[in-house]
């Protein structure tokens, strides 16, 4: 298996005569926590968009595990494994933290969802979403209402319902944004804990967070790559300050 999980050649977006995104070759190594970082307008989200086909390239190609899922539909690059988080409005306020992460359970099993409906299957699916919700410290919450959550533990909800839809590659947005310290390093610790076995791509703006978990970092810039490497390399790159103070 190669160690490259995710590949872009010379991808491009366009919209109206803008170029957003320009001729990026990002390689992601597979296991990694790779972070997406660049003041704002670099083009980050509009990579997320590209990745997960929410938008369509206008040129460039992306590789995932060796195949070209360049023409791929959204729900299609799902089913390979490529999960972007859920936004915090996809989780229902309503539900319970168990009913939520099952939900999500449910939406990954799809069209088999009948199969569940059995009293033994039901009860296999509970399990499996109480166990996600421990792999994230939620397990004594599981009966709350997500509602009443604290912001730093609906994030961590999230990851549950995305680790529901059992990712290879997951795609944080902003993971630890509007969080105070406290809850800044609790959502650190539980990304580096469940990259185990997996593979992370983050669009981060905390330096903090970035320089204690992740492995790699592509600095974007008017949609081009300014530059790549670990973060000693990078924060000490002269371009890279000067995007950042010129920002
Ligand atoms: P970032 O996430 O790094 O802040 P974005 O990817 O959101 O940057 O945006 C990159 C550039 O592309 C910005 O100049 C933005 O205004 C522009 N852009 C993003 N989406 C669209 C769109 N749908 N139509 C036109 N321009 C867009």
Not at 26 to 45: C, E, F, Q, W, Y
Request: charged share 20%.
């Amino acid at each position: 298996m190669s160690d490259t999980i995710l590949q872009t050649t010379g991808l491009t977006k366009e919209f109206k005569g803008f170029t957003a995104v320009s001729d990026v070759n990002l390689a992601v190594r597979r296991g990694s926590i790779h972070a997406l970082i660049g003041p704002n307008g670099a083009g980050k989200t509009t990579c997320f968009n590209l990745l997960t086909k929410f938008l369509v390239p206008t040129s460039g190609r992306i590789v995932f595990n060796g195949q070209d899922i360049t023409q791929e539909q959204p729900a299609q690059i799902a089913r390979r494994g490529v999960i972007r988080s859920f936004q915090i409005s996809a989780v229902f306020p309503n539900f319970t933290l168990l009913e939520n992460v099952r939900l999500a359970l449910q939406r990954k099993l799809g069209t088999s969802y009948h199969f569940w409906r059995s009293s033994k299957s039901l009860h296999q699916l509970d399990d499996r979403a109480r166990q996600l919700l421990a792999e994230v410290g939620l397990e004594d919450l599981a009966d709350e209402v997500t509602v009443n959550l604290p912001y730093g533990r609906k994030r961590a909800l999230e990851i549950a319902t995305t680790l529901a839809m059992e990712p290879e590659l997951m795609l944080l947005d902003e993971p630890t944004q509007g969080m105070g310290h406290e809850d800044v390093d609790r959502v650190t610790q539980l990304i580096k804990k469940v990259s185990a076995g997996r593979t992370i791509l983050m669009v981060e703006h905390n330096m903090k967070v970035i320089s204690s978990i992740a492995d790699r970092i592509t600095v974007l810039q008017r949609g081009t790559v300014l530059a790549e490497g670990n973060y000693a390399e990078v924060s000490s790159n002269p371009q890279v300050m000067e995007a950042y103070m010129g920002s």
